[in-house]
């Protein structure tokens, strides 16, 4: 079983940074497509960026410029790092792991996804 975990959140004021990362003890993610998500009390999950096996990236519009996808498949960790942070970017941040490449080479929908963390918190204050 897949179990990831996402660490790093927190509170920030509007044009600071945060790095958020994922970690996996046991399974190898190297060949997954993995994203980050997030979501707001009452809305719906949205993605964020994603990365596949070959380092490609896809990002939202929204974070186009600020937000950065990266992983260290040696080890095993997944990174969101966010810079120029804004108000709007408060969400609870969600790591997920796309088993079967459904995705599709995008960002894709929830639905896409397999496997997620119980996510971290980040909060910008302006």
């Known amino acids: 079983q897949v179990q990831l975990m996402e660490s790093g959140g927190g509170s920030v004021q509007a044009g600071g940074s945060l790095q958020l990362a994922c970690t996996e003890p046991?399974?190898?993610?190297?060949?997954?497509?993995m994203a980050w998500f997030r979501q707001a009390p009452g809305k719906e999950r949205e993605g964020v960026a994603s990365?596949?096996?070959?380092?490609?990236?896809m990002y939202a519009d929204f974070v186009k410029g600020r937000f950065t996808i990266s992983r260290d498949d040696g080890e095993n960790t997944l990174y969101l790092q966010m810079n120029s942070l804004k108000s709007e970017d408060t969400d609870m941040y969600y790591c997920?792991?796309?088993?079967?490449?459904?995705?599709?080479?995008?960002?894709?929908?929830?639905?896409?996804?397999?496997?997620w963390g119980q996510g971290t918190q980040v909060t910008v204050s302006s």
């Open positions: 046991t399974y190898i993610l190297s060949g997954y497509t």
């Open positions: 990365i596949d096996g070959d380092g490609q990236t």
């Open positions: 997920e792991a796309d088993a079967f490449g459904l995705a599709g080479g995008g960002i894709g929908s929830k639905e896409d996804y397999n496997y």
